[in-house]
């Protein structure tokens, strides 16, 4: 098939989050089709000329054609606050202003003009702006999170009165133009079943496939070296649910760890740290922040126990999978596994209060035997799942049946 995929970044470097699934999913669905991709330059990610070739010609050993746009909101400070302040106005949700682009506009029109495709995949649903009533090509819908719950979870969590305000109006908007927009794709991508629940609540009417995030189980493999006594986080804290996860375990939870286990280290690694984490990092050198490190393996491998204290997120977490696939014993939130086929006790420990993850994750400090079980359970269990190559078939039958005409077998 000759597919067209809108994608709202360059999916590159794949270092984390959307972005590793991003070019995961390119290079696997490129394995069986020709493969066009359109998509956003985001200047916090691919930050010189030098960088963005680099991104480009790596993707073109995957892709058919690779081509880039600027994404307006980021090119300066005054059009990012002029994006907010519109955004108090325009009717839809922000993030479809935010992509609003004449070039991708016109380029689209071009391609489609020149270009017979079988499928076009909008890859977030704020790219929906780019559909139109006339194409009768066929389209799916990619829903990383329910975009409306994730934007609701961050303004339940956030102490800012305005920013609450515009947040939640934000998150009305979405959940407005989910259900307006989701009816118009062959297919909705969702990450996990729970998502295509809730978006079944939003648009009971809508066709829904899952297809889960994976992991690259031969790049992160279990290390059996020797285990430090610390604690790990990872997730570029440019992202609001890393902030808020990793001030949520300093505040909240580190402290009584501390009292059980004075020694215990935590790292917390990803790029761009707030100010507070910084703060906090001074006054206890226990708490040792890294910023971006280009290869989190010999962290996460040193470290006793992966914390995933997430509140905000929706989909599946790249990150836990990633340290799944290295045998590592967890403690996480059900937020911060939702959506993961995962047993409490089994693979992964589950704790939803502070109290809770202390006491998990000081018994993980204390017991190596119990570590190593969860460790390599967590490891089976993403061996069978999630590796990037069962990921792709699984898009590849989605394509298959939207390009057939066929209804959704999916029965949520």
């Known amino acids: 098939m000759k597919i067209l995929f809108l994608s709202q970044f360059v999916p590159y470097p794949p270092h984390g989050g959307a972005l590793q699934r991003g070019y995961n999913i390119i290079r696997e669905i490129a394995r069986y089709n020709s493969v066009h991709l359109l998509a956003f330059i985001h200047p916090d990610i691919l930050k010189s000329d030098n960088e963005i070739e680099e991104a480009k010609k790596e993707l073109c050993k995957f892709c058919n054609s690779v081509e880039f746009f600027h994404l307006w909101v980021k090119e300066s400070r005054m059009n990012k606050y002029a994006g907010l302040l519109s955004g108090l106005f325009y009717s839809k949700p922000f993030s479809v202003l935010a992509h609003r682009s004449k070039r991708m506009d016109s380029r689209i029109d071009w391609l489609l003009k020149k270009e017979q495709f079988d499928l076009i995949h909008y890859d977030t649903i704020a790219l929906s702006r780019f559909n139109r009533n006339n194409i009768t090509i066929p389209k799916v819908m990619t829903h990383h999170n329910i975009e409306s719950n994730l934007m609701r979870r961050r303004a339940q969590v956030e102490k800012n009165v305005l920013a609450k305000y515009y947040l939640s109006l934000q998150a009305k908007r979405l959940q407005v133009y989910e259900e307006a927009e989701s009816g118009k794709y062959a ?125 905000v997120g929706g989909g599946t977490r790249l990150k836990i999978l990633d340290a799944m ?64 190559e069962t990921i792709g078939r699984t898009l590849q039958q989605v394509y298959e049946k939207a390009v057939s005409g066929k209804p959704s077998l999916n029965t949520l």
Request: hydrophobic fraction near 40%; charged fraction near 25%.
């Open 187 to 311: 297919v909705n991508i969702v990450m996990s079943e729970k998502d295509g629940e809730e978006l079944k609540k939003i648009n009971p009417h809508v066709n829904i496939e899952v297809v889960p995030n994976g992991v690259d189980t031969t790049y992160f493999t279990p290390d059996h070296g020797e285990e430090t006594k610390s604690v790990i986080y990872t997730g570029g804290m440019n992202m609001f649910a890393n902030r808020d996860a990793v001030l949520y375990f300093l505040n909240e939870i580190w402290p009584a760890i501390k009292a059980k286990e004075p020694d215990v280290q935590f790292y917390a690694i990803g790029q761009d740290p707030p100010p507070e984490l910084a703060q906090i990092s001074r006054r206890d050198p226990h708490v040792i922040v890294t910023g971006y490190v280009d290869d989190i393996r010999p962290f996460v491998s040193k470290a006793a126990v992966y914390v995933v204290p997430l509140r």
């Open 325 to 388: 696939a290295m045998g590592k014993a967890i403690v996480s939130t059900s937020i911060g596994c939702e959506g993961l086929e995962v047993s409490n006790g089994e693979n992964i420990l589950i704790s939803d209060n502070p109290t809770a993850f202390v006491e998990n994750t000081v018994e993980l400090l204390k017991n190596m035997r119990k570590r190593g079980d969860l460790g390599a359970a967590a490891r089976r269990l993403v061996e069978s799942k999630y590796g990037w």
